[in-house]
Each structure stands twice: as structure tokens, then as C-alpha cells.
């Protein structure tokens, strides 16, 4: 009850503000389209995808599509910033004078280099521990490690690892594409059984008394 008695007074003199507020009408917002590029190589222009349109001191704003374009509906006078990483970000403002229901924009964004300062990444969080480490490592530690290292990369640990993973979608497709170029080679006919191929037989007895040689 004491909180509903201190707001009161704040709420009964936001009355009058509020009655006052008069609703926006169709003459005081625009609907702005466009998009956003910058200049290519060989004098063309390309288009910015996904760059960021909003109001300044404002919760409203969009992005633009893969292709640059927009849409926004904004007040008169209001002011607009398009922005992306790597460029420049530029404001367009709205005249309050401004006749019409619809406006078109290009906007062009210039390329802007960012320089950000030098990080240097250890192992350890600060030099004490850095000092501790150092000096309780013995000299062929570093030789163990290159040892584990090597055993990690061999090529039957590489293997082994390569029989327990699944395909990706390139494998995939590709045993796809063989399973139906070899169904399209007996396309309206039976499939041959290799079992039943004299010239594999022939083949495999042949492969067979190579190696007993």
C-alpha cells in the first residue's frame, strides 16, 4: 500500500502528458526502400548482404536481405544509420518536409580498416605460473610429447579413426552416383550375379596363383 501511494502522484501527473500525445497519421511516416552496395572491382558495385538498418535513438531498425535490399517505415525527420562490419557507417535523415508516402535510397558504404591492438595468447594464466611450469619440466618431456604426437598421426591410428567415422555428404553423393550408374548399366535386363560370372572365376584363379608364385 505504501509503494501504490508514492506512484500516485507520478501517475496523475502522467495523465495530462499522455492525453496530450497525438496519435501518428499517414502524412508523418515514410516507408523507406533501397539498398545498400559498395564499389567493386572494375568500377562495379556490389551489394552488402545482411547490413544493419536502424533508427538513431531508437528501438526500431531492420537488415537487409542477401541481395542488399531493405524496407523500413520511419517518422520524418528521423535519421537513419546503415552499417556493416568491415565499412564505414553513414546516416540518412529524413526531411520533415518531405511530400510523399514512399522514398527510394542507395546507399553507398565505403570499406573501413580496423586496426585493433596487438593480443598476445599463453598457455598460463600470468608469468608466475608460466615460471613454475618451466621449471618443473624435465628435458625429455618435450621428447615424450613429439613421441605422442607422432603416435597420434600414424597412419594406422589414422586409419583406425577413419573406419569408426560416419560418411560425409560428399562420400555420400559419390556412392550414391555409383549405385546408380551401375543400376543404370543393367537397366531392362537382370542384374548379373558375380557368382555365377565364369570370366570372375577365370579372373580370381588367376589372381590366386599369382600370389601362391
Known amino acids: 500500500m505504501k509503494y501504490l501511494l508514492s506512484f500516485l502522484p507520478l501517475l496523475l501527473f502522467a495523465l495530462p502528458q499522455l492525453s496530450q500525445a497525438q496519435p501518428l497519421s499517414v502524412d508523418d511516416i515514410v516507408e523507406v526502400t533501397g539498398i545498400v552496395i559498395t564499389p567493386g572491382p572494375n568500377g562495379k558495385v556490389a551489394p552488402i548482404p545482411f547490413a544493419t538498418v536502424a533508427v538513431e535513438n531508437g528501438l526500431r531498425g531492420t537488415y537487409a536481405n542477401m541481395d542488399g535490399m531493405f524496407s523500413i517505415v520511419v517518422k520524418k525527420g528521423e535519421t537513419m544509420q546503415f552499417s556493416a562490419v568491415g565499412f564505414a557507417t553513414q546516416e540518412i535523415t529524413i526531411p520533415e518536409d518531405f511530400e510523399g508516402l514512399y522514398r527510394s ?109
Open 105 to 213: 535510397i542507395v546507399v553507398q558504404l565505403e570499406t573501413e580498416d580496423i586496426n585493433m591492438a596487438e593480443v598476445l595468447v599463453f598457455p598460463w594464466p600470468d608469468r608466475n605460473n608460466f615460471r613454475a611450469e618451466f621449471l618443473a619440466m624435465q628435458p625429455t618431456q618435450a621428447q615424450n610429447l613429439q613421441a605422442l604426437a607422432e603416435g597420434k598421426l600414424s597412419r594406422q591410428q589414422l586409419l583406425a579413426m577413419q573406419e569408426e567415422m560416419d560418411m560425409d555428404g560428399r562420400e555420400n553423393a559419390s556412392l550414391y552416383l555409383r549405385q546408380q550408374a551401375s543400376s543404370y548399366s543393367y537397366q531392362g535386363q537382370q542384374q548379373a550375379m558375380p557368382v555365377l560370372n565364369p570370366m570372375a572365376w577365370a579372373q580370381f584363379f588367376k589372381q590366386f596363383k599369382k600370389k601362391d608364385k
